[in-house]
Structure formats: C-alpha cells, structure tokens
C-alpha cells in the first residue's frame, strides 16, 4: 500500500497541501468511476437533499456544474473500494490515531465549463467553535491539468488563521477569500491515480474545465479527533439519512 514518506508529510504540513501522483492505480479508479458515473446519470433523479447545482444563482436550480452530497451513503460500494481504504489509511497517517471519515461529496464541471471555483477556506464554514484538523483528499477519475480544472492553492496559507470572506454576486451561499489572487496561486496537475491533499486553512480552488472531457472528483473529509463530533453535525446527519432512506431503499431493490 502506498504511504507518504516523512518529507511529505513535512511539506503537507509547512505549505498546507500536497499533491501526489501516485496514490492509486487505474483499475482502482475506474471502480470508483463507476459508482460516480452511475449516480450522476441519474443526477435528476437523486434526492433533494443529495444535490446541488454549483452554477446555479438567484434561486435557479439545474445541472450546470452538478454536486452529489455523501455518494458513499447512496452507492455504499464507494465505502468498499481501494481508494476509500488507502484514502482513511492515509488521513490516519497524517492527523493521527483516532482520525474518522466525516464527510464525502462529488463535483462534476462538464467540458467547457466556465465556472471557477472560488478562493476560500472550508474553515470558514465551520459551525462549531470546538479544535479540530481536518484533511481534505480530492481525488480526480481521470487526468487533470489547469485546463481540465485541476486543484490550486495558496502556499501557507493555513498558517495564518481563519482569513476575511466575502459572499460572491450571483452564487447563493459561497464565500471567497478577500484577498487572494491568481498571482499566489500553485497549480496542482495530476495524472489517473493522482489526489491534492490539504488541510482545513488552506486557502484553495479550482479552475474551469476548458478541456474535452468531463472531470469528475471524489472529496473525501477525514477528522481528528474522534471526540470533535458536535450535535449539529449528529442532527444534519440524522436528518439526511432520513430524507434518502426512501431513495435508497428503491435502489437496493432494483
């Protein structure tokens, strides 16, 4: 199983990400691939509370640049692959004993997508005011560079705190960094197998896909510690559980 060596882990930790290229083989993508493509095939008929539009503004809805929210609750065979198993295998690795998965979630910008993911930190949309490291693996299925929409980020930028946000014109409920700018920017390129890590302050985001083909990323969220599991996050949980239930069971019977 491939692991991250200790210079790795050095640079995760002093520039606030890292991008390895090598993580997984094809064949292991290609499962997780499978179960994405699946889901977003039916993307209009997943339920409410799975979805969101990223494009979307002013209250519009569609499938512009389509999001699913927790894919491994609705194809709990993403739960099972190889990735899933090296990806918390390697969080576990990075932040420690008692790292948990706490949130999965899947982005697709279909070729000639002009929508750029906007500077921000996931920190500042953080509920809760209790410690805690989070770990961040974005795992693309196929080759990206920066015209496909591969990663970028702001070096160090996690060493300075939660940054000043401000709402974007036309995007409900988005939030970019003031401040950052293309000029801090490193791009992240990989290639099939390939993931960008980086932690909960990193100031990140991710270009369109001016490319030819779709590309399609798997987000996983893993958290440490153990105990940091405030009662919101148990309610929403609680909640999206409860407004699937009658999805999935449909799709386990099919």
């Known amino acids: 199983m491939r692991v991250i060596g200790e210079h790795e882990r050095d640079a995760l930790a002093a520039e606030g990400y890292l991008g390895v290229a090598d993580l997984f083989d094809q064949d292991e993508i290609a499962e997780v691939a499978g179960h994405l493509d699946g889901l977003f095939d039916r993307f209009g008929d997943l339920p409410p509370a799975s979805v969101l539009d990223l494009g979307a503004s002013d209250g519009e809805f569609g499938s512009q640049v389509p999001e699913i929210l927790y894919p491994s609750v609705l194809s709990p065979g993403l739960r099972r692959t190889a990735v899933f198993q090296r990806a918390k295998a390697l969080a576990r690795q990075v932040l420690g004993a008692g790292t948990w998965f706490r949130f999965d979630h899947s982005i697709r910008k279909p070729p000639g997508c002009g929508f750029e993911t906007v500077w921000h930190q996931d920190r500042v949309h953080k509920r809760s005011g209790l410690p805690e490291q989070r770990l961040n693996i974005w795992i693309p299925t196929g080759p990206v ?39 801090d920017a490193v791009d992240v390129p990989l290639p099939v197998g390939g993931a960008a890590l980086h932690l909960f302050e990193t100031v990140h985001s991710a270009h369109p896909n001016q490319g030819k083909s779709t590309r399609t990323a798997w987000i996983l969220q893993f958290t440490h510690p153990r105990t940091v599991l405030p009662t919101a996050t148990l309610l929403h949980r609680a909640v999206y559980f409860g407004q699937t239930r009658t999805w999935r069971g449909k799709a386990v019977a099919r």
């Open 145 to 183: 560079t920066a015209s496909d929409g591969c990663m970028r980020y702001v070096p160090r930028s996690h060493l300075n705190g939660v940054l000043p946000h401000e709402p974007v014109p036309g995007r409900r409920g988005a939030l970019r960094t003031v401040g950052a700018t293309d000029a």
